[in-house]
Each structure stands twice: as C-alpha cells, then as structure tokens.
C-alpha cells in the first residue's frame, strides 16, 4: 500500500530564516505530487503541483519554491520566511486522473 | 474562476441522528468529487469519492452527485460524537494534470 511521509511535524522558525520541508511517497511509481498551505481556519491554497522530476508548476506568485530531485520526493523551500509564511503545509499525492489526493501529516510551521 | 462554495456551519446534530452536509460547484466540466474529513489540527483524510450522478454509500456515509443542479452531499447516519469535523468538498477537473479545488469546508458537531 502507499505511504506518505511529511516532516517535521511542527517548526518555528524566526522571520528572515531559511525552510525546507520534505515530502515522500512510497509504493508507487511516478505520483503527481502537491504542496498545499491551509492558514488558520481557511481552505486550502494550492502552492506547487509536479507531474515528474525536475517538473515543477506554481499556483500562485510568493517567496516559495519546490523542487522534486526524485521521483517520490518533493521538496518545498524557502531563502528567507516572511511572518505571512506561517500556516499549516500539506503535501499530497495522487496517480492523476479520476483518483483522489492523499495528504500527508502536514507540518505545522510558526514564524515568530 | 472555478469556485466549490459550502457552508461553513457549525452543523449541530444530535447524537444517533442524520447529518447532511451539501457542496455547489461552478464548472460544469467536474469529473470527479470527493469528500474528506479533517479533525482539528490534522490533515484531511479522504472518506467518499463519487465520479456518477446518483448515490453512491460506503457503511453510514452516503454521497450524493447531481450534476445538472452542480451540486454534491455526504449524509452520515447514526452521527457519533466522532463524527464532529470539518469536512471538505472537493472537485477535480483534468487535462494537462488533475486540479482539485476545495471548498472551505463544514464544521459538523454531533451533540452526545
């Protein structure tokens, strides 16, 4: 069955900072894989979407970047965090298609 | 600009009782529709997808799609205090890759 992986679960990092978050999935092949961010008591924003390695698509203008160095690995960055920054990010992936996206754990990020 | 509109509720239920959750969506070229939970301070979890007009029931979850009125409903039978979550509706359209767009979701309160 497939499996995914999000860490670290929660971060505070201080303003001016730099981010990494990881994403994994395993059992299965080539995942269309997602970075969302959920502020407190909103819905979802979509950030980054990937079909392949080394595709990245963006949503929407911010100081976010993805990359996605393998195939079941998605990487969400940051040089330098704004207050704005803090939230809720959830990856997901899915096979495409008609099939429903599966989130990972989320991380819960705080930027003080 | 594809919008999945919900009321935000909170949706107060007794105990034992039906909880019927309802979703409207704006573009008619929606493939697919699903429904998840999301407790507090968690990832959503996907409990109901429907892809075809009509009913589709897994346990005490029904989903409910009518296309031509654009709209989608979970009803949860005999709701259990842990039934009390905010759950998402989502659509998904597809082309060049799978776009899901979230509602912002229904707060549901199953009162014991």
């Known amino acids: 069955s497939q499996t995914i992986h999000q860490w670290p679960a929660t971060l505070v990092q201080p303003v001016g900072s730099p981010l990494s978050l990881e994403c994994t999935v395993e059992?299965?092949?080539?995942?269309?894989l997602y970075w969302y961010r959920q502020a407190a008591g909103r819905g979802l924003q979509l950030l980054f979407y990937s079909v392949g390695i080394g595709q990245i698509s963006s949503e929407v203008p911010q100081n976010l970047s993805a990359s996605r160095p393998q195939d079941r690995q998605f990487i969400l960055s940051s040089k330098k965090l704004l207050l704005s920054d803090s939230g809720f990010y959830l990856c997901?992936?899915?096979?495409?298609?008609?099939?429903?996206?599966?989130f990972g754990d989320g991380t819960r990020l705080s930027i003080l | 600009q594809k919008e999945v509109e919900q009321n935000s509720g909170p949706l107060s239920v007794p105990e034992g009782a039906i909880a019927s959750l309802n979703c409207t969506y704006s573009?008619?070229?929606?493939?697919?529709f699903f429904w998840y939970r999301q407790y507090s301070g968690k990832s959503p979890e996907l409990i109901m997808f429907i892809y075809s007009n009509g009913d589709k029931e897994d346990g005490r979850f029904t989903a409910q799609l009518n296309k031509a009125s654009q709209y989608v409903s979970l009803l949860i039978r005999d709701s259990q205090p842990s039934d009390s979550a905010t759950y998402l509706c989502?659509?998904?359209?597809?082309?060049?890759?799978?776009?899901?767009?979230f509602g912002t979701g229904t707060k549901l309160q199953v009162i014991p």
């Open positions: 059992g299965t092949s080539n995942p269309n």
């Open positions: 997901a992936w899915s096979t495409g298609g008609k099939e429903p996206q599966h």
């Open positions: 573009d008619r070229g929606s493939q697919s």
């Open positions: 989502a659509v998904t359209e597809f082309g060049g890759y799978q776009k899901v767009t």
